[in-house]
Every structure is written in structure tokens, then in C-alpha cells.
């Protein structure tokens, strides 16, 4: 069965980092680019980053310059190393398929960051 498994999250003061981690099991890795997203209660779920398959890397507006998404397709694992964390990223974290269709949704990962 196709699944992520999200990692990593915790409380942390503005301008801390962390990094996220998600395995994947029973995915086909290598032949999809992956992204990570994140929801905040009342909010549609939005993508921070991307990487395609070939290793191109997109961030958003937000994102740019801070996160950094990487991934071992050896070991069939996402990382997404966040940096200078601002409130507003508090937000659930997760992983999943750059596009549709997706992989049935994990519990994700909460990020919560203090001012």
C-alpha cells in the first residue's frame, strides 16, 4: 500500500530551523516528482516545494531562499530543511506527489513556531 510517513516537526522560536523528514512505502519513487504542503485549520493545503524527479527544485514566494527540499531516493526519503521560520509558517506539514493523483494523505507533521 502507497503511503507517506511525516517527521520532524516541532515548536521552535521565530527565526529557529528544522527539518522534516517523510518515507515513503510502496511508492514508485523515482519515476514522480514530490512535493511537501502544508494546511493551517480554515485553509486550503498549499505546496512549499517541489522537486521533480530529474532534481529540479520550485519553491514558492514564501518559501524561496528559506526551505530547501531534497530527497535519497536510496532510501526513499523527502527532507525539507527549513530555515529563519517565521509564525505564519505554522502550519501541518506533508508530503505527497507533485501532482495528482495523489497518494492517500498521512497524519503529517506539526510545525508550530513561537514569536
Known amino acids: 500500500q502507497e503511503r507517506f510517513v511525516e517527521s520532524g516537526g516541532a515548536l521552535v522560536q521565530s527565526g529557529g530551523s528544522l527539518r522534516l523528514s517523510c518515507t515513503g512505502t510502496?511508492?514508485?519513487?523515482?519515476?514522480?516528482?514530490l512535493a511537501w504542503y502544508r494546511q493551517v485549520p480554515g485553509s486550503e493545503r498549499e505546496w512549499v516545494a517541489q522537486i521533480h524527479n530529474g532534481g529540479e527544485t520550485w519553491y514558492t514566494e514564501s518559501s524561496r531562499g528559506r526551505f530547501t527540499i531534497s530527497k535519497n531516493d536510496d532510501q526513499k526519503t523527502l527532507f525539507l530543511e527549513m530555515n529563519s521560520l517565521k509564525p505564519e509558517d505554522t502550519a501541518v506539514y506533508y508530503c505527497?506527489?507533485?501532482?495528482?493523483?495523489?497518494?492517500?494523505w498521512g497524519q503529517g507533521t506539526q510545525v508550530t513556531v513561537t514569536s
Open positions: 510502496g511508492v514508485m519513487w523515482r519515476f514522480y516528482g
Open positions: 505527497n506527489m507533485r501532482n495528482p493523483p495523489f497518494v492517500p
